[in-house]
């Protein structure tokens, strides 16, 4: 299992950018594959994006594509998501996590991960 601890989540205004942070602890990082997801209230848990454990591989959903991105930094157990023009309708609890087992047909499940962090709140003001 890997320990995964999220930061960087605030109020920010319509048009901003922030980058959250995803550190990890525990088993070798560079093994897992990383995703974020978001979860806004009365709403189920989506993804926004995912990393392969190389960090060759990036995938976006169309919500945030063209404005955001995902990396990760193996030597600091750090992943990182930037968004950028953030509107409103991105506020949300932002979750990091990790699989080492995950394909890439399901990358986009939330049960494909079996290690999570437990969220950042983002709130984007109008």
């Known amino acids: 299992q890997v320990q995964l601890v999220e930061s960087g989540g605030g109020l920010v205004q319509a048009g901003g950018s922030l980058r959250l942070s995803c550190i990890a602890s525990?088993?070798?990082?560079?093994?897992?594959?990383v995703a974020w997801f978001r979860q806004a209230p009365g709403k189920e848990r989506e993804y926004v994006a995912g990393?392969?454990?190389?960090?060759?591989?990036?995938y976006y959903a169309d919500s945030v594509k063209g404005r955001s991105t995902i990396s990760r930094d193996n030597n600091k157990n750090t992943a990182f998501l930037e968004i950028n023009t953030l509107k409103p309708e991105d506020t949300a609890v932002y979750y990091c996590a990790a699989s080492s087992s995950v394909i890439t047909s399901s990358r986009r499940l939330a049960g494909a991960y079996a290690n999570w962090g437990q969220g950042t709140q983002v709130t984007g003001s109008s």
């Open positions: 525990g088993r070798t990082f560079s093994t897992y594959a």
């Open positions: 990393l392969s454990r190389t960090g060759n591989y990036k």
